[in-house]
Nanobody
Framework: VQLQASGGGLVQAGGSLRLSCAAS?????MAWFRQAPGKEREFVAA????????YYADSVKGRFTISRDNAKNTMYLEMNSLKPEDTAVYAC??????????????????WGQGTLVTVSS
């Protein structure tokens, strides 16, 4: 499975962006991770195939929404009320981790190339 992330850009604090991740085939669990300069990779959100199960990092809960369009094999991340600390390269991932471990990047087999999100203050 190949993943292609898009939608990053420069936005002012308080603004919104929507990221997309297109997959070349069917995927089970899809997730977003991010990595800021000089920091460790951080889990953002995950969604199972049905999208009935979603999981968010505490730092984005209530501001970000993950969704899936399985007919298009595409995942989205709607990001609202963006903060400068949200600045990072956002990468999408796909795999079959146990749901309770969906925040562990090492359990994902497929990765997209990442898209840069910059939030100015």
């Amino acid at each position: 499975v190949q993943l292609q992330a898009s939608g990053g850009g420069l936005v002012q604090a308080g603004g919104s962006l929507r990221l997309s991740c297109a997959a070349s085939g069917r995927t089970y669990t899809m997730a977003w991770f991010r990595q800021a300069p000089g920091k460790e990779r951080e889990f953002v959100a995950a969604a199972r195939w049905s999208a009935s199960h979603t999981y968010y990092a505490d730092s984005v809960k209530g501001r970000f929404t993950i969704s899936r369009d399985n007919a298009k094999n595409t995942m989205y991340l709607e990001m609202n009320s963006l903060k400068p600390e949200d600045t990072a390269v956002y990468a999408c991932a796909a795999g079959q981790p146990a749901w309770g471990s969906s925040n562990r990047h090492e359990l994902y087999r497929y990765w997209g190339q990442g898209t840069l999100v910059t939030v100015s203050s």
